[in-house]
Nanobody, 123 residues
Framework: QVQLVESGGGLVQAGDSLRLSCAASGRTFSSYAMAWFRQAPGKEREFVAAISWIGGSTYHADSVKGRFTISRDSAKNTLYLQMYSLKVEDTAVYYC????????????????WGQGTQVTVSS
């Protein structure tokens, strides 16, 4: 079993930066992929970014490319999402997810989820 706990969300202004963290525990992650998804009110859960735990290959949605960066600290079993130049449309609950396979962009293919952390960007 894998436990994921997000933190770092909050209320910021447009143009600000924020870093989300996801502390993972329960199993080793050598063969895992981890990702960030987000869900705004009334919308479906949306892929944001993913990373291979071994090798560190990263993938970012076009909507965040150049503004958000996913990374991980293997020693701390922690996933990060550094967000720059935040926009009002980035407002959502951000979720951390994990799967014991290659990274994919579809939420339903991830096996483990955190509880989410709210990010609100005001104009």
């Amino acid at each position: 079993q894998v436990q994921l706990v997000e933190s770092g969300g909050g209320l910021v202004q447009a143009g600000d930066s924020l870093r989300l963290s996801c502390a993972a525990s329960g199993r080793t992650f050598s063969s895992y992929a981890m990702a960030w998804f987000r869900q705004a009110p009334g919308k479906e859960r949306e892929f944001v970014a993913a990373i291979s735990w071994i090798g560190g290959s990263t993938y970012h949605a076009d909507s965040v490319k150049g503004r958000f960066t996913i990374s991980r600290d293997s020693a701390k079993n922690t996933l990060y999402l550094q967000m720059y130049s935040l926009k009002v449309e980035d407002t959502a609950v951000y979720y951390c997810a994990a799967r014991n396979r290659l990274p994919v962009f579809t939420a339903s293919l991830y096996d483990y989820w955190g509880q989410g952390t709210q990010v609100t960007v005001s104009s």
